[in-house]
């Protein structure tokens, strides 16, 4: 029941990276405390949210690899649909910047 919520919920104002994790598939790793409250907007069923993860206490090669993501221009990209969602995720190696772009199918 908590899953389905979190799952359905189109807000920022919790369980944002469970609602990013079950809609991409990607397990986003521990994010530096600064960047914990992502910045996250919704708007025409569109929501983007970034984090910057951890590199002290994160192995970004095996997330990179344990999460599908193929190098492309310069970054880190991972996507995919199903029938409720388009998504992307763009992940800068450098910075430790994880962004996410997701479009909800009605």
């Keep these: 029941m908590l899953t ?3 799952y359905n919920n189109q ?11 079950l809609r991409t598939g990607i ?7 600064e960047a914990y409250k992502c910045k996250c907007e919704i708007a025409q069923q569109t929501r983007t949210a970034s984090y910057v993860l951890d590199k002290n206490d ?7 690899e344990s999460n599908d993501f193929e190098f492309s221009n310069g ?23 994880l ?8």
């Excluded at 397990?27 to 405390?33: A, D, E, F, Y």
């Excluded at 994160?58 to 990179?64: A, R, S, T, Y």
């Design 75 to 97: 970054q880190y990209i991972a996507s995919g649909r199903d029938k409720k969602t388009l998504w992307e995720a763009r992940f800068d190696k450098a910075s430790a910047k």
């Design 58 to 64: 994160v192995d970004l090669d095996e997330f990179i």
């Design 27 to 33: 397990l986003i790793p521990k994010v530096l405390p």
């Design 11 to 21: 807000t920022c104002k919790s369980f944002n990276i469970d609602h990013l994790e």
């Design 99 to 106: 962004d996410f772009y997701l479009k909800y199918q009605q």
């Design 4 to 6: 389905s919520h979190i």
